[in-house]
């Protein structure tokens, strides 16, 4: 559904966004706030509103190389802190697998990468300054304003506007890859055995086939084990994507969304693609930017959606073995799925880490019809009650197939923190579509 908006304003300093918030409260307009806008459910937008463009405001403020400390303005995406840190031999505690997003959409989402030590997002944020519903900037950090901390992370944008952030950073340096196929009955106790109890494995990610002769059966895992190696001029150079490489990956991707036996060919050429790596070293800093722009996919007719479930390591099997049987009864085109750990972390208000828990990100293609989306919500929330009796939780960035039980399952703390919300901004200048669809 298309949804018009009032107007965008690109951010470029503090005054812009004040001048929006008196033309909003003039007009009786709702503000939202956009980064990157990857989000796939009206997190950035709500009709009528004058929504800010945060991504012009991304100047890098001051970078403590000693206390391994960066603070920057928050529409900076990785990809530009990334570059600033690699130079001094820094790293990102934590950020999502790809480096497309903002700070700010970031620390509203509370997202969570592939480093197995590190929890959510919140867990390397300092302190950060909010530019609140009445335009006074306050200074937030756990000590000075634990509730606004708790609820501003993983907020999506309903406490006011984050201007910038300090994150705690660490040492970038050198790993190397092992690629382990795997049943995926083993996989939980080869997790348990070869990467949480070493702690020289610093990160892990797995993917599950979705080729029709392995259908989420068979599994490759990728280890980072941590090295002594040097982190020589070589390793250190950040990877660009490779323009050539892209069209014929983005084309073979490409079949996977319209024939099963692209599906097979995909995991075919995946599979080949991660033995030859395994054995390589690579650095941190280039462990967080994967190629990403192969996915990059526009049809006037069908669209990838993606969505993700978290469930505590023991019940991956069961998991498993229940979507397994609602992707074939539904007939959904699964594209990819992928498998990270997050550890237990429920600082946030809204936190979906109840437990150390295995993340599964599922892609989706699927027609843009709207007897088609229904079917998908349906399925949507079939998935979501298999990860609730699971003990899990979903994760709301994207479409807002949940109905509100679900909502409220998952995040038993959802109405206290709308009433925080309301508490704080009583004029609901700040809104957005998912706040229109489940607050109470
Ligand atoms: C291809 C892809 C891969 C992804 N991978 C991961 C992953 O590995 N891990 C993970 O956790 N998530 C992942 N996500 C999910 C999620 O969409 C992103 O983590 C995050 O939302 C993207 O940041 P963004 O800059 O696009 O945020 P946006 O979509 O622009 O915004 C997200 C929310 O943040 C709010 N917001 C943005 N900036 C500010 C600000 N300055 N002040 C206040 N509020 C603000 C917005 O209002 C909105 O509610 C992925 C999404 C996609 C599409």
Redesign the pocket.
Known sequence: MEVRIYKTIHVKDTADIKDALEEAKRRGLPI?????????GG??YIENAIV?D??P?HRIIRLDEKNKEITVE??A?WEQIQKALNPHGLSLRI????N???????????????DIHEG??IESVKSFR?MNADGDIVQVSRAEEPELFAN?IG?????????DVTLDLTEDEVYRQHVVPIHYEAFPDLFKKQVLEQPSIAMAIARLSVSPDSYLTDMFVTTYERTKEPLNDNLRKLHEENFASIGVTKFVFGLSRKWEWGKELVWKLQKKGYLLSDGDLISRNNAMRPA?KF?EYADTQRTDL?Q?YFVPIDRFKPFVDGMRSIMREDELNLLNITV?YVPRNEESTLSYAKHDSF?F?L?FNNKRSAAEVEKLAASTRRLIDLALRNDGTY?L??QLFANGDQLRAAYPMTDIFFEAKRRADPGLL?Q?E?YARYAK
């Open positions: 939202s706030v956009s980064g990157a806008n990857h989000s796939q997190q950035t800010l945060m991504k405001y928050t529409g995406a950020m999502q697998s790809q497309l997003f903002t700070v700010g959409g970031t620390m509203s989402v509370n997202a969570h990468g592939r959510p997002f909010l501003v907020g999506y944008g309903l406490f006011g506007v984050i201007l990403a996915m993606l993700e990270r993340a990100v892609l994760y960035p994207y700040f957005n998912f």
